[in-house]
């Protein structure tokens, strides 16, 4: 049995009771967007009759926006927390249904700023109250071909609800109704596999203990891998559907457009990690040597490479050593670090039915809360400090823009996340003792660049591909997910090791590939965190600020223009060049320590 998390100690429990204490407050919070959703309605068809009609609308929209947002964070975080409890999965569909309602009072709004003659229009920005909603009203503008009349907005805005279905079914599926077996670990007793163990298992010394946690997680993946197939079918049928409706000409440029990137972007990323392959297919050689494999397995990727070196960091000194890796980043920067530890921005351990991985999360009224599943090793620490990167870029957004430009662009939110995590492998090789931990710590971070480049280029790979099947037509079974995601294992892993044919399953096992066109930004956030923690490292105070600047930035301006203010310029393939190059240099340093 699993951690009961009334057992936990609180201190290692996020304080979400800080958003709702109570569940009259909760309820309070509905009424009040119910009643705002009925004022909005009552503009319908009025915007472009005076400038303080539309700028009422957009205000009440806002405002509802805003409560609902809060609600929505807080009761899917409360779900979270244990996904079996049926009163918190129930309050999170409410705020669903809630949504999806805004979404339907409001959806009049942008095809009717569409509809105002542009000489009106221009006119009303120059009032001092719609000035303010001046990149708002521009953005919907950019928008314009890609809007459809006001009746086919309120019948998309009503079909919302259902094309989250595929994702919520992956999600109980995944996270509440699926069972695994026991192993037996290192000691010969049976545990029982879990999310949170499964990395655990596959980092083990003992090469039977990794191969059986393998083939159990995917035996067991194996079982629903229709119903699988069935709910990423279903997900991505979804987004060209909205994507063709909107008259983009593919699903993922109608991804890339509301971030203003171009496919070339993409494209351009794919194609420089096709050119680095060989980089990655020496490192997985030295693996072989180091481990004394005469074969390498997909289950033998994680290991680390040390015989009888293994960091365990407890949670409390992670805290420490976070401090101290991130002192490059100044002490304003630290002390909302220190907040996130001392006053409850963090959910710590795992327990029975808490949602597995990490993320960070919040809404702009509250702290950006963290979920762990901390394990006192050096992934979790690794973790931790990549969730700090995301809340922390989200604390300076929500502190310093207005809660309609406050969100920031998933283009560039891993750029913080990973610049963290790049300031504390400095740090800690800097202070490694031993030819040991220097591998360890090697080989660890060239995991992070193996599993954060060149493993989400190759999930955003096979998203592109399985994307483009269906809209040529083609239907996508459990089958030819396999076969394509063995493939691209094939292509990226087969000149150096054994491509076991259960890892064709793993697609099985991302939930990112809910999130249209996603991954790919952990790549191109990863290649321009490199260039700016070089930057801080080697050009101090003005690097720092211009990248605090770029943390308060949030969502007032497009991703490649804060990018290019931080100091980086993501349009050009160079940039992810100059990344993969660090990664080719430190499988050079690591051929060293043979």
């Excluded at 971030?259 to 096709?274: F, M, Q, T």
């Excluded at 300076?396 to 560039?412: C, D, E």
């Amino acid at each position: 049995m699993g951690i009961d998390r009334n057992t936990v100690d609180k201190k290692h429990k996020w304080q979400i009771e800080k958003m709702y204490a109570t569940k009259e407050s909760i309820e309070k919070d509905i009424q009040k967007v119910k009643e705002v959703i009925e004022e909005v309605k009552e503009y319908k068809g009025k915007l472009a009759e005076s400038k303080n009609s539309l700028y009422e609308a957009i205000k009440l929209s806002e405002n509802a926006s805003r409560i609902l947002q809060h609600l929505y964070v807080y009761a899917h975080m409360k779900q979270h927390e244990d996904t079996r409890i049926n009163e918190n999965q129930a309050l999170a569909t409410k705020t669903e249904m809630l949504s999806t309602e805004l979404s339907m009072a409001t959806s009049y709004i942008v095809p009717e700023i569409i509809s105002i003659d542009d000489n009106v229009l221009s006119e009303y920005l120059k009032s001092e109250e719609l000035a303010f909603y001046d990149k708002y009203i521009k953005d919907i503008l950019r928008e314009k071909p890609h809007t459809l009349n006001e009746r086919e907005e309120e019948i998309l805005a009503a079909t919302s609800e259902l094309s989250s279905v595929p994702e919520n079914v992956y999600d109980m599926l995944a996270f509440a109704d699926m069972e695994f077996p026991e192993i037996e670990d290192e000691n010969g007793e049976k545990v029982k596999l879990t999310h949170g163990n499964y990395s655990l298992f596959l980092k083990s010394k003992n090469s039977r203990v990794r191969k059986d946690a393998f083939e159990a997680e995917y035996s067991t993946y194996g079982k629903y891998k229709n119903t699988f197939a069935s709910t990423l079918y279903g997900a991505i049928k979804s987004e060209i559907f909205y994507a063709k409706l909107r008259k983009h000409k593919s699903a993922i440029e109608g991804s890339l457009f509301s971030d203003d990137i171009s496919i070339d972007v993409y494209n351009n990323l794919i194609a420089a990690i096709d050119e680095s392959l060989p980089a990655l297919n020496k490192y997985m050689e030295l693996k072989k040597k180091f481990l004394g494999l005469s074969e390498i397995h997909m289950y033998d990727l994680y290991v680390p490479l040390t015989e009888n070196f293994d960091m365990t960091i407890p949670y409390e000194e992670a805290q420490d050593i976070i401090l101290n890796a991130l002192k490059p980043l100044g002490e304003e920067y630290l002390n909302i670090i220190k907040r996130a530890f001392e006053e409850g921005w963090i959910d710590v351990y795992e327990n029975e039915g808490k949602q597995g991985g990490a993320y960070s999360w919040g809404s702009y009224d509250s702290n950006p809360y963290i979920l762990l599943n901390y394990k006192n090793d050096l992934n979790s620490l690794f973790t931790l400090i990549h969730e700090l990167g995301h809340s922390v870029h989200s604390y300076y957004s929500r502190s310093t823009q207005p809660y309609i430009y406050s969100s920031y662009k998933i283009f560039v939110a891993e750029v913080a996340s990973t610049l963290n995590e790049q300031l504390l492998i400095n740090y800690l090789l800097e202070k490694a003792t031993s030819k040991e931990e220097r591998v360890y710590l090697l080989n660890y971070y060239l995991e992070q660049f193996r599993t954060t480049v060149y493993r989400q280029t190759m999930f955003a790979e096979f998203e592109k591909l399985t994307h483009q099947s269906v809209e040529s037509g083609e239907p996508l079974t459990a089958k030819e997910f396999d076969d394509l995601y063995y493939k691209l294992n094939e292509k990226y892993y087969g000149e150096s090791c054994v491509v076991d044919e259960q890892i064709a399953l793993e697609w099985a096992r991302i939930p990112h590939f809910y999130s249209n066109f996603y991954v790919y930004k952990y790549a191109t956030g990863f290649s321009a965190a490199s260039a700016l923690s070089q930057q801080i490292l080697s050009e101090g105070q003005p690097a720092v600020n211009r990248y605090i600047n770029f943390l308060k930035s949030g969502g007032s301006e497009y991703p490649l223009k804060q990018l290019k203010d931080a100091g980086v310029d993501m349009e050009k393939k160079q940039s992810v060049e100059q990344a993969l190059s660090v990664f080719s240099g430190l499988v050079d340093k690591l051929e060293k320590e043979l």
